[in-house]
C-alpha cells in the first residue's frame, strides 16, 4: 500500500512550519499541489476534525494526521520533516519532528488504517528513525522507507508457534506497533507468530482453532475486551497494548512461562494472577471496559447538556432553568437520557467483562436500580459507585452459575435465561431490600449533620460541604449536599449553595487540567485524555459528572484529588462570603450574575481545580512508579 501511496514529490526534508496549524498547512499544499485534493480547504477541516477526536501525536518524534475526506481524489501520504521539532501535543511531551500525513477517500478502503499498519513496521525497525531524519534527498528517503530488510541470519522458527492479540481503546497506532513488536521478537526468538489486531476496522488476521490449538504460547495486549475463552489450556499473558511495544521479547518469555490459562465452558473467561505481568489487575480491565464504554455517552449527554445551559439556560430561584418548548430545551432533553444511561452502560459492561454476555442484561438492570434511589426509598441513587459495586457482583455472581456443571439439557439455557435471570433477581433483591435502606438512612444522617453545622465553624462546614460534592460527583454524597443548599436559599441563606457553586465544577475542571498536565509523564490513557477536553466543558458548566470516567477507572487516585479541591474551593468560598441564589454551580453561574462576587468564585474555582490537578498527576506518577518498581 505505501508503495502506492507515495513518491519523491511528497516528501519534504525541511519543513518550514514552526507550530502544528503550520505543520497541517504546508503539508496539505504537498499533497494539493500533486493533485491529490479536490478541495485543499475541505480536507483541511477535516484534518483538524481528526485531530479534535484525539491527538495524533506519538513516542519518538512521530505524528501521523489523517483523514478520511470526501475532498480527497486520490489516496496518498505526504512526509515531512521539522529539524527544530515542534510542539504537537504527543503522548510522551516531545517535540514531534517526523510527520506523516495520510489522505484517504471517503466511501472507500480505509486506506490510511492499512498505511498505518505498514508504517508500524518501518517505524519500529531499530535505527531507521534516525537513518531516515539523516536522508539527504527525498530520492534517499523514498528509499529507506520502501525498503525490505533482507534477512540478516534471522533464526529459524522452529520453537513453535506464538499468537498475539493487540487492541487498543482508539484502535489505531498503538494497536500495530504492538503487532510489530511481537512480530520481530518473535523472529529474533526463533518463534513463528501470528498476531490478530482488534483496530478501528474490525479484527484482522484471527488466529483460526487449529492455530490456537498448536501454540505454545498466547499473548494477550490489549486495552480493551476480546474472546478469551478461545485459549482455555494454553500459556497465557495478559499486558497492556504499550508493553510488546517496548519490551517484545520479555513479554513473549513471560508468555512461555506463564501457567495454562483456564476459562469455563460457558465461555466465559477467567483470568489467572499469574498471567498478569503489567501492574494492571483483572479488577483494572473490568472497570475499563465499563469506563470505555460509558465515555461517549458522558461526553455526547455532558456537551448537549453544557451547550443547552451555557445558549439557552436563564438563572432563576430554582436553578438554571431552560424555556420550555425551546430548542434549547429538547437538546437538553437528549442529553439527559444521555446521562440517564451512562451509569447502566457502566455497570453492564463491567458485569459483560466478568461474566460474559449472559452478564449483560442483568448488569443494566442493576445499575440502573443502583442509579435510582425511588427503588429504596433514596432521594438519590448510589452513582457510579453503585454501578461499579452492582456490575461487580453481577459479573462474578453469572459467572459463578454459569460455571456449574449442568445436563446436557439445560445447559444451552444457562447463558440465556438462567444465568440472566437470577443475576437480575440477585442483584435486584439485594439493592431493594439490603443495601437500600442503609444508603435511605446515610442520606437522612448527613443531611441532619449539615443541618446542625449550618450554624458553626465555617472553615469545617467547607470542608464537609466541599469534600461531599468531590466524593462521587452526582451520587448521594454530592446529592446530599446539594439539596442542602438549595434548602438553605429558601431561609434567605445564599452562602451554602456559594460554596457548593464554587466546589461542583472543581473536579471535572480539575481533571481535564490533569489531562493536560499528565500528557508528559504518560499516565493517562487515550481514552482518558480525549475525556479530559468534555470533562472541561461540562465543568464550565457546572456538571461534575464530567469527572466520573476518571474516577470510575482510577478511584485510588482520582477521589482524593478532587475531594481535598473541592474543599479548597469551598472553605475559599465561606471565607470570601460568596453567594449564589440559583440551584446551579460552576463559571457560567458566576458569569450570569447568580453570584455576588463573580470574579472572586472564578478565582475559587480556578484554585479548587489547580489543586485537584496537582495531586492527582501526584498520586498517578507515585503508584506508576511504584507499580514499575514492583514489576522491574
Known sequence: ???????????RLNLKATTKDEVFNEMVDVLDAQGKL?????????????????NTGFEEGIAIPHAKSAAVAEPAVAIGISRTGIEYGAEDGEDSKLFFMIASPDGGADHHIEVLAELSSKLIEDGFIDAFFKAETPAAALALLLEQKEAQETIAADKGLIIGVTGCPAGIAHTYLAAEGLEKAAAEMGYEIKVETNGSIGVKNAPTAEEIERAVAIVVSCDKQVDMARFNGKKLIQTSVKAPISNGKGVIQQALDAAPYKADTSGNSKEEKSSVSSGRSNLYRYLMNGVSHMIPFVVTGGLMIALSLAIGGEPTPNGMQIPEGSLWNQVLNVGVVAFTLMIPILAGYIAFAIGDRAALAPGFIGGWIANNGSFYGAEAGTGFIGAIIAGLLVGYFVRFIAMRDYHKMIAPLVPIMIAPILGTVFIASLFIFVIGAPIADLMQWLNAVLTEMSTGNVVLLGIVLGGMAGFDMGGPFNKVAFLFSVGMIANGQTQFMGAMAVAIPIAPLGMSLATIIGRKFGIFED????AGKAAGAMGLVGISEGAIPFAAQDPLSVIPANVIGSMVGAVMAFSFGITNSVAHGGPVVALLGAMNKPVMAIICMAVGAIVTAVICVAIKKMRQSKSNAVTA
Not at 1 to 11: A, G, R
Not at 527 to 530: F, H, K, L
Open 1 to 11: 500500500m505505501i508503495t502506492q501511496l507515495i513518491n519523491e514529490n511528497l516528501i
Open 527 to 530: 481514552s482518558e485524555i480525549e
Open 38 to 54: 479536490s478541495d485543499r480547504e475541505q480536507f483541511l477541516k477535516d484534518i483538524y476534525a481528526r485531530e479534535e477526536i484525539g
